[in-house]
């Protein structure tokens, strides 16, 4: 009995060995996806972003499944669960990168750490897992200190500072399901098929952000009329053309606005008074 359970446990160690070895090679990369994102997104929209990500994600996949002849092993009754992966991956990656637009990398995943423990209380209640008392004391001291950074976080740029529990909380529903439906699925293939859900989804989020929004004529009850305006035909006066050292006056404000401003106008004026 003990010689057939050693290669068992031996196996067992090397899966374990396998899988910590894949968690720290994701989680020192992860980093650099957020660091060019921060740069993007001071040009690029964060849903451009998102389906430019995922876009790459399936294209460097492809050869691989291809290779591996997995394009297809996929279960196509979770066909739902496999959208709702890259649903999930979209909010995910929308709200982290929204973050990023207001504030610092470091900030924002300090706060994104809460993920882990959304993770763990959600795999207790759903996959009823095994959690003892040092995991609950390690989440209640981890999301203690996202509470240090979230609460000035908060007084400095407002509701966004929370965008990264959403994104946390977001990546810890896509990390359960991706748990309930790998247990039949190929990793490879999973991967790509929620890419391409994923790429989908953020896609038509980028159009419709980049969709005009309807001209409204109409502010305060009133329609808005156009400022004056600087043109060939107008022919000012000297005093009164247009340039760039000159303030242009709305005209129902007169020469007493223009006075104020400090103007050629506003002197004539003043002058013409004291005359």
């Not at 979209?90 to 993770?119: H, N, R």
């Not at 009823?128 to 996202?146: L, M, N, P």
């Not at 509701?159 to 529903?173: K, S």
């Not at 399901?177 to 790998?182: I, S």
């Amino acid at each position: 009995m003990t010689d057939i359970s050693l290669p068992k446990i031996a196996a067992d160690h090397n899966r374990i060995s396998y899988g910590l070895t894949l968690m720290v090679i994701s989680v020192l990369l992860s980093p650099l996806i957020d660091i060019f994102a921060k740069l993007a997104i001071t040009t690029v929209p964060s849903a451009e972003i998102t389906a430019v990500r995922f876009l790459l994600q399936v294209v460097f996949i492809l050869p691989i499944v291809l290779v591996r002849g997995s394009l297809f092993d996929l279960t196509w009754r979770k066909t739902g669960l496999h959208a709702l992966r890259g649903g999930l991956l979209v909010v995910t990656m929308l709200s982290f990168i929204t973050t990023l637009k207001v504030m610092e990398v470091a900030d924002a995943i300090a706060i994104f750490f809460v993920e882990p423990i959304i993770l763990t209380i959600l795999g207790s209640v759903f996959l009823k897992e095994t959690i003892g008392w040092r995991r609950y004391t390690a989440c209640g001291v981890g999301f203690f200190g996202a509470l240090l950074v979230i609460q000035p976080s908060m007084q400095e740029v407002g509701p966004i500072a929370l965008l990264p529990v959403v994104a946390a909380f977001a990546l810890a529903v896509f990390l359960l399901v991706t748990r309930m439906v790998a247990q039949n699925e190929d990793p490879w293939s999973m991967q790509f098929h929620a890419g391409i859900w994923a790429a989908s989804s953020a896609s038509c989020s980028s159009i419709s952000a980049k969709a005009p929004a309807p001209a409204s004529s109409i502010r305060s009850g009133r329609k808005a009329t156009p400022g004056p305006t600087c043109s060939a035909s107008a022919s000012p006066p000297p005093s009164r053309a247009c340039s760039a050292s000159t303030p242009i006056v709305p005209p129902r404000f007169g020469a007493g606005a223009a006075a104020i401003s400090g103007d050629r106008l506003g002197h004539d004026f003043w002058l013409a008074r004291l005359r």
